[in-house]
C-alpha cells in the first residue's frame, strides 16, 4: 500500500519568507502528484499538480518532482499570512485512480 | 468552482447508533468520495464511487457502508457507531476516473462525535 511521508510536521515563516515542504512516496509506479492546502474550518482545496520530474511554478508556488527518488517538494515564495494553513501532499496509485494522502505540514506565516 | 455539500455539520451519536452522512454536489462529477481526518493520520479513504449505483471500497472500509442513489448524492453509513469513529469527515468529488486529470472538490466536513 502507498505511503506517503511529509516533513516538516510544522513550520513557521516570517511574512515575505520562503517556506519549503518535503514529501516522499514508496509506489515507484506512481505517476501523479498533487499539493491540496486546507485553511482552518474549511476543506482541502487543491493547490497544484505536478506529472513530470523537474520543477512546475505557479505564481509564488513552485512544486519539485524527482520519481527516481521518490521525492516531490512544494516551495512557496514570499509567504503571506493567509498562506498559514495545513498542505497535504498527495500521491495516486499505479492505476491512476486513488489518491493517497500525507498527514500534512501545518505552515504558519508569522506577520 | 464545484460545489460539495455535506450535512449535517456537526453530529453527537451515541455507541452503537446509527448514523448517515449525506453528501451532495450540483457538478455532475461522475466520482465521489469518503475521506476521513485524523490528526497524525491525515486524509484516509473509506469508500469511493464512479456513478449512481456503484461503491468501493477504500483504504479503511471497515465499520462503514456507503451509497449512491443518484449522480448527485452519495451518503456514508455507521451502522454501528463506535467511538473510534469520532473523526472529521469529508466528500470529495471530481470529474475523471483517472485522477491526473480528477481534481477533486472537497466539502467543508462533519465533525462527528460518538459517546
Known amino acids: 500500500q502507498q505511503k506517503v511521508q511529509q516533513s516538516p510536521e510544522s513550520l513557521i515563516v516570517p511574512e515575505g519568507g520562503m517556506a519549503s515542504l518535503n514529501c516522499t512516496f514508496s509506489?515507484?509506479?506512481?505517476?501523479y502528484f498533487w499539493w491540496y492546502r486546507q485553511h482552518s474550518g474549511e476543506g482541502p482545496k487543491a493547490l497544484m499538480?505536478?506529472?513530470?520530474?523537474g520543477d512546475k511554478k505557479e505564481g509564488r508556488f513552485t512544486a519539485h518532482l524527482n520519481k527516481a527518488s521518490l521525492y516531490v517538494s512544494l516551495h512557496i515564495k514570499d509567504s503571506q499570512p493567509s498562506d498559514s494553513a495545513l498542505y497535504f501532499c498527495?500521491?495516486?496509485?499505479?492505476?491512476?485512480?486513488?489518491?493517497?494522502f500525507g498527514i500534512g505540514t501545518r505552515v504558519l506565516v508569522r506577520p | 468552482e464545484a460545489a460539495v455539500t455535506q450535512s449535517p455539520r456537526n453530529k453527537v451519536a451515541v455507541t452503537g447508533g446509527k448514523v448517515t452522512l449525506s453528501c451532495n454536489q450540483t457538478?455532475?462529477?461522475?466520482?465521489m468520495y469518503w475521506y476521513r481526518q485524523d490528526t497524525g493520520h491525515g486524509l484516509r479513504l473509506i469508500h469511493y464511487?464512479?456513478?449512481?449505483?456503484?461503491?468501493e471500497k477504500g483504504d479503511i472500509p471497515d465499520g462503514y457502508k456507503a451509497s449512491r442513489p443518484s449522480q448527485e448524492n452519495f451518503s456514508l453509513i455507521l451502522e454501528l457507531a463506535t467511538p473510534s469513529q469520532t473523526s472529521v469527515y469529508f466528500c470529495?468529488?471530481?470529474?475523471?476516473?483517472?485522477?491526473?486529470?480528477?481534481?477533486?472538490?472537497f466539502g467543508a466536513g462533519t465533525r462527528l462525535s460518538v459517546l
Open positions: 470529495a468529488s471530481g470529474d475523471d476516473w483517472e485522477v491526473r486529470q480528477n481534481t477533486l472538490y
Open positions: 509506489d515507484r509506479n506512481s505517476q
Open positions: 499538480s505536478i506529472f513530470s520530474n
Open positions: 498527495a500521491v495516486t496509485n499505479s492505476a491512476g485512480n486513488k489518491l493517497t
Open positions: 457538478n455532475n462529477h461522475n466520482n
Open positions: 464511487s464512479y456513478g449512481a449505483g456503484s461503491t
